[in-house]
């Protein structure tokens, strides 16, 4: 049933780890090894492909579902979309580092397609992945531009920058976001 992805079972032994680059949301880049050389991707059409490549071999990107048809029926629906389920994984992953989290479950409703490339301004970074034995992880990410994640400010060592009593009032606690969105927008120079 399976035709385009190597079965998780059989796959490489050894993991294949990658980079993915994003501005705005869109992939601008992968960089891999071959063997023992670095390369990067830049072309659209080049980088799907190497992420489709990377996923066939590990075994990435298989979906076996079963959906409502239109008529109340049921059926089981197998897919594979090996390049896909990774470039999207390494994209959501992004979006949780840099994104707010009203913004993503405006996203996440597929609000307005203006909203959502609206949302994308800010995803902006790369996203260190490994594809094996079927599965795709993520092993790191960052962002040089977009700086909503410190983590002193989420540490449970140091509280810099968040006073425990807010959170006895439900506005204090929902300010601290928007505060820390002011203050990129600042550091930027952009208006809110």
């Keep these: 049933m399976w035709k385009l992805t190597q079965n998780p079972e059989s796959a490489p032994n050894t ?9 705005k949301g869109i992939p601008l880049k992968l960089s891999y090894k ?34 409502n048809r239109f008529i109340g029926l049921k059926s089981r629906g197998c897919y594979e979309t090996p390049g896909l389920t990774m470039l999207r994984s390494a994209h959501l992953d992004l979006e949780g580092l840099v994104l707010d989290r009203e913004v993503r479950a405006l996203r996440d409703q597929e609000f307005l397609e203006e909203s959502i490339k609206a949302s994308q301004k800010h995803v902006n970074g790369q996203v260190r992945c490994r594809a094996y034995k079927g599965q795709m992880m993520v092993l790191r990410r960052s962002s040089e531009t977009e700086k909503l994640y410190d983590a ?8 810099t920058g968040f006073e425990p009593s807010e959170t006895s009032g439900f506005i204090g606690v929902q300010a601290i976001r928007l505060k820390k969105y002011g203050a990129m927008k600042g550091e930027k120079g952009e208006r809110l």
């Design 152 to 159: 002193t400010e989420s540490s449970m060592d140091e509280i």
């Design 15 to 23: 993991p294949e780890d990658f980079t993915v680059a994003f501005e």
């Design 34 to 67: 071959e063997g023992s050389k670095e390369k990067t991707v830049s072309d659209p059409l080049d980088l799907f492909l190497t992420a489709n490549s990377i996923a066939r071999r590990h075994g990435v990107g298989r979906v076996d579902i079963v959906e």
